[in-house]
């Protein structure tokens, strides 16, 4: 006959419990429900609609404008990027470090044809921020009645 003995700490600290119920969520919708974006995770990203345009901004700290690509092709939008990894300076070594660094891509399906020959892209401060103005055919138009 086997007996195991577990050691149980006489306190165990309230939150404890929420903790490894935070983790086994985290795991689940990380495993299980969130897309492969290939290891990197990939920018947070804000797509807003108006009248006659639609706004994106990306958040990108650490990329330079000259490692970000912009392109679409019929209504996907896709920013394709680098965020290189940070040199340490010499007998400097890492504790800790969370900041991805790799390659990414985001691609998202727009609502509405494109005036491509207009849109405009700016990147200041690690945010990109990119102005694609709905083609005529998109447009909201006011109907007369006669």
């Known amino acids: 006959m086997f007996v195991k003995f577990e050691r149980v700490p006489m306190i165990r600290p309230v939150w404890d419990g929420t903790t490894r119920l935070e983790n086994k969520i985290e795991s689940l919708f990380n495993g299980f429900l969130a897309p492969d974006f290939g290891g990197l995770r990939p920018p947070a990203m804000d797509l807003v609609e108006r009248q006659n345009e639609t706004h994106v ?67 200041t401060n690690g945010v990109l921020r990119i102005v694609l103005p709905k083609a005529e055919e998109a447009r909201p138009r006011e109907i007369g009645i006669k």
């Not at 490692?67 to 010499?90: N, W, Y």
């Not at 660094?101 to 020959?117: A, C, I, M, W, Y």
């Open 57 to 123: 901004v990306m958040e990108l700290p650490g990329v330079q404008k000259e490692d970000v690509k912009i392109s679409l092709m019929e209504d996907l939008l896709t920013i394709k990027g680098t965020r290189k990894s940070q040199a340490l300076p010499e007998g400097a070594k890492w504790i800790r470090s969370e900041r991805q660094n790799g390659e990414f891509s985001r691609t998202v399906q727009l609502p509405h044809p494109v005036k491509t020959d207009s849109i405009s892209a700016e990147m």
